[in-house]
């Protein structure tokens, strides 16, 4: 295990201890709520019987979607914590979800053409090279697969609210390729006045996320087959251009922090 992989692991240990909401289960899902929380786009009419991968996406949310909607489900996530909060979910809608600790850079676990879907939310910038994992998800998706993530915009990657300088978000740091950048935590991932209960060893207050260029991320899924399928900008949140400037709503309404695409996988 590496640098990036043990810095993960504390810092989910944390966010889980601090009942961040992504760290919450989903307890109150419906087949309509399941699907309209994650199958915005409707791209997927039928999941009943579809192999499902919740690629670093732990915590409860996705996989009981999916397994609400008749899909066998497998979480794969780094930490053990965040898997205990998909066990949650199993336990509550008595349904099975298979949960597999791993890294994402390294899918050797699964078979190749395992899945049909693989849905990644925001977790790609936790590596400092997504290429590595697009490779991993090409090999264990079976032609004719889908691909969604989630990523930082990263355009904006780095910045945050707290940047608000009187006129702006200032944009300071360079566009590089896989530079690791610290975002600090906004006040809607936990009170940051209960976070000082959080043990100070763990540390991990801000992310460690690296910068995903939009040109490489976009042409190596092109070079590994797949094709394009959907793509937002906008996906899941909504700004407020009139709420008090250096807040998130604020921040959100002038930089877009996350883009989601949903990719096809059709090699030739
Ligand atoms: C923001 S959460 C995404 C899942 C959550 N269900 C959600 O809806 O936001 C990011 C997840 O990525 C996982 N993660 C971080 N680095 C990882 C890695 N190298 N391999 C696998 N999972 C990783 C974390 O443990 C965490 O559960």
């Not at 053990?80 to 066990?87: G, K, S, T, V």
Request: aromatic share 14%.
């Amino acid at each position: 295990m590496d640098d990036v992989a043990r810095f993960n692991i504390d810092r989910w240990q944390t966010l889980v201890e601090a009942n961040a909401p992504f760290t919450r289960p989903l307890l109150n899902l419906d087949a309509e709520t399941a699907r309209e929380r994650f199958d915005l786009e409707g791209l997927f009419a039928d999941l009943t019987g579809k192999d499902v991968l919740c690629l670093a996406g732990a915590g409860g949310q996705q996989s009981a979607a999916f397994a609400i909607l008749g899909a066998q489900v497998t979480v794969f996530d780094l930490s053990e914590a965040q898997l205990n909060r998909d066990r949650e979910a199993a336990a509550h809608y008595q349904i099975p979800i298979q949960t597999v600790q791993g890294d994402m850079r390294d899918l050797s676990g699964f078979a190749p053409a395992s899945f049909d879907l693989v849905y990644q939310p925001y977790s790609l910038g936790f590596v400092p090279d997504a290429r590595v994992v697009f490779a991993e998800v090409a090999r264990t998706l079976r032609p004719g697969g889908m691909y969604f993530f989630a990523m930082h915009n990263p355009f904006y990657c780095g910045l945050s609210e707290a940047h608000w300088s009187g006129d702006g978000y200032s944009l300071k740091l360079p566009y590089t390729d896989g530079a690791r950048v610290s975002i600090p935590d906004p006040e809607w991932v936990y009170s940051q006045s209960e976070a000082a209960s959080v043990p100070a060893n763990h540390g991990q207050r801000e992310s460690r996320e690296y910068r995903q260029t939009l040109g490489k991320v976009m042409n190596s899924l092109i070079g590994m087959g797949f094709s394009l399928a959907h793509f937002s900008d906008t996906r899941d949140f909504t700004g407020d251009s009139e709420a008090e400037p250096g807040t998130w709503d604020h921040f959100i309404s002038i930089a877009p922090p996350w883009l989601a695409f949903w990719w096809r996988y059709e090699p030739v």
